[in-house]
């Protein structure tokens, strides 16, 4: 696949759906002050637009709004609000109901669309892409708008929070060790994946809650199609079918502000399965085409992390609170990796749900996009 | 086995050893209005001896020390101390390094003792005595006299906080349903497991640690013996030998008070397995030895719950702040019982790690004790 | 005034307003098993009338909901709602827009309401009754009926929770020293004072916020009513206006489930000041009539506590954890009674948010109300 | 007096004391990458000292401890420990009872120590300076070392955490409107300020305490010290003596992590008071001498914070997790300025505690004294 040989020169004008919400503040946060995207549109409901941002949004994170976008007069989110149609890439952070309906609106009218929505994740032509992992599946996009008679506009969407901190490990051990058999993963999530107010502190304080809707079928489900591959002709996701993969997942909410960990026991197809010293080297030495874009072409995938997965020694990490902002956010921590009674390995991984879970994950996919020619 | 036909009608003494700690505050709020227990001795570490209770200990309940107990002097763990000799049995909240040197002491000098502490859980000829579970490893009690020369003394030890919870509805499934197979658990800890002051609030708030020093290999090896039977000739224990049960468990430590969740999958033996349906029928139906006896001789065993094992309907039960309390902390919670795509079943116990978890299980483990004759 | 000689022999039937809600919760709680209360109407939203109260409530209480609530049908907040108008006595945990049109409405019916909204508590002919400090306002309740032409209905409305654990110590303050000039108090409150569900988590874990809407303006305002006499004709209230009391609110929220903390500086009129050992001896002395009563007729006023103000030793409490249970969370506690370089004494004071500070309040208010003849 | 006119061109060698501490380890951040200091000596226990920093350290910071500390070899506390006597300044993180003895010591042998222990705040040579407010107080420094006999070695200590975040505004307000006559402050402080392991899970979750050994008593105490100014012929403080200022303190721990609220009211002594919208913009306006050598020299004072002050429009702000790394942690932030009905008015402050009101401040303290000729 062709790759740019140079870094965008001008800015690429950029939208953000559902600006005011948690996941839209982070966009805001990591687009503020990128090298070559330029926030242009700000869009949410219609009861915020018309309105400068810092007076629709509670804001909640721990940096101000940048001077610059809290005088920016947020739009509706429609296409044919000002300045939407002429942005590159439209980042888009709004709720499954709402993206139902937007984001296709956004495409049908050659608009690009980079969603962390659940809307469109199982659409059999829209790639489910997770940037340390599955960047390849760029290349269904062509299919997608031949198969919508579309000339530029496509959505391309990222995983579920907890599935993305899952299938980076889980990637790596396959391109080491071949394929695995089944995953047993137990999730402690932070309560930002619930977004604001989302979870009731009267529900959380003193206590955790052993069930997150639909959380488990997400996990369960999106992990073949992320870990499996593009069919030979590029017209759809080869779903892990050729050597089926089972996933069970118990998933529960922990009152941790941004961090999801998770508990996991894998078990492999080859038999004897590899060490765990074999396996923390695997981990090590994972290396993502996003980091590698970024190797060959510096300030191309500028939100690439360094390290993909950071191993760590200490007995009792990765924890959320000290770890999760390594490599501000988008790499995936891991540790504890030792032998499983039950299957073949046991080990602890964390991700920040709210960067590399949700907004990082579009930023980092549009950046290899934009490196790929898919988005000019 | 002979069991008692009436209630005691005097008051057994009973001692504390521990007596300012977690688990020691725990048993004086259990034993201070028991029927046919008397609190007689309250030993602690010899900085406390001498000294009247309320002064030497930082009493960290939800309710005030009773009054006859905040003024009673403080004794030395010691068997030559004032009263210990009188007693009919000995509550130990001891740590295990302590415990390690003084419960075989007291053994000797013809004591019962009913520890919390680990230290002999593992000796071949003492019981590892969950109340709900198996109150029928009594009857090794006659072979450890023995070979100890002993008349009166032994020790009965309770298991580890998380193992309690986890082995009540797998003892009750087996019941049912014949041998499990393999066991996958992830505990969510609550703080209190830890004593005082035990966790750091910088090391727990807005975070969870995923590592117990010792835990994970406590549940996987106490599951077998306490789930094993008894040897045909009474010398020893089975330790589910005759079909190897294998657990894998991941511990973590979570913002909780009390309570110890754990989220479970197994798989049974027989295939196919049980339905959902027919675990749940499994759980409710469950009825122990210390609840027969307390139902055929009222009051012979008053800390036995009512119910064993509460399943709960609601899809984000049970709960650690809303569910620790019922049976006054003396049953397991269970709920969200369903498919496991990796093992046969998947379901969330809860148990209160310092009441059944600790403290309770010594005194209904005591209280059959009675009922059968081993305690007089 | 006249009181009753006798315990009432029948049980009067009740009503709950916003009985799903969190002080519906814990209306249900103290009055499912009252001695001579019973539940015979609970009342909620159009939205949940005609279904069992299970169903439609979320509850949050660390208790299972009564056998006999569960399956109760829950009506309307309506005069003709079945039921309705047999109620002895109407009790309203309901929010004050609701209230605002529903209580006066069930008085104009001849009903009687004690409520817990702020709706009325200004009114100059409604007691605002804390039931420690001035159940003698009952006194006014005849010319409320008189002025609205009612023979039998009237409304008592109880204090907002933070002003409920101000107005007990400087209740017994006044009494034993004459009155106060000035008081600065800064609350800590608990998240369950919001409701449910409330707070937010995202708010509230980790952080404290130094601000609750209008909640410094009612400690300001009710004070002085509850602490100011009823005026000679029994027409209204005195309102400390013979000795003016100002008082100075800081209100925060903080992460703990149940309890307000408040730190209090006082000064007196009277000068020199009375010694810390002064005071906390008129604080351990106090006797409200609500406990009066019950000791001279036990069983009259059953929710009133054996001690009204619990002084704790401890230079590090009262803490909300610890000491929210006590006398089942219907007395104040105070500590760290020193003095204060600013005015003249300084201490702290904890009330149980959700009982004395509300349900718990309109009971006991309600069941003065039966020994005085207010409830028939 | 005269200050530098050229930032330093050479590195500066610094020593770290208590450099495994919590505050020590905040001086390892905020030292790794300075402009123009260098760690060269990280001193610990004599348990610590001859081993490589990361093995002897529980780091519990959210980035990793930087690659060239991490190897280095911990020292003793000691005069003669390697490289001591070559750091032109020592930042000690010590606890009080270790610094009591080691800072004399180093004094003595010429070293120049900026401390956090509370050892020698109250000794009448040596200043206490918040480098927001009173950097004015060096010129004590001459009188100090005459009183020893010594050339170059002193002592200057920075304030209690909490005492800093009251300060600065006081001082804002003082400068702006004259003399404050009595000041009213409820503190709720983070755990953080308790070091490492510090506070007890036990005791702080769903809770607060409401008292922190002699904490009330520092706040008391140093405030008058640091508003005072320096005696004219520069032998000593003024202690607020000319216009006496009272100050009342309750101290809280709150369950956060990092960040000391304060709900404070005062009275001027100027009567009548100044506005609100008076107050804020002296707050707002306030510059320090920290600052005007930063602005005149660009790079001199590089840690001092661009506002000292930041106020915050929003009505429940400053909040501890939202605004604590405003500025890095260096400032102070306002908010909720309004009338008080006891004093004159009342706001709420907040200040980082391990930042400014810790390790922050020695750093500035000593940027300043670089500046000033004190440190070489």
Redesign the interface.
Known sequence: MSVLTQVPQTKLKVGILGATGTVGQRFIQLLADHPYFEIHVLAASSRSAGKPYAQVTKW?????IPDHIATKIVQECAVDAPGMRECAVIFSGLDSDVADIIEPALRQAELVVFSNAKSYRRDPIVPLMVPLVNTDHFSVVPHQRKTLSLEKGYIVTNANCSTTGLVVPLAALERAFGPLQ???V?T?QA??GAG????????????????IGSEEEKI?WETSKILGGVLPDQTGFEYHASSPL???A?C?R????DGH?A?V?IKFSRQPAPSAEEIRSALEAYVCEAQEIEQSLPGMVPSAPKRAIVYHEG????????????ENGACVSV??IRK????DV?F?TLVDNVRLGAATSSVINAEVGVAKGFIV
């Open positions: 909640k994170q721990q940096t101000l089944t995953v047993l137990t402690l309560i930002s604001y107010p989302g979870v009731s502190s009267m529900d959380i304080i003193d206590n955790v809650v052993p069930y369960e089972t996933v069970s118990h529960n922990v009152p941790v502000i960990l508990c026991s007995q009792d990490r990765p924890q959320p609170r000290l770890d999760r902002d390594l540790g504890r499983c009674n039950v299957l046991k602890v």
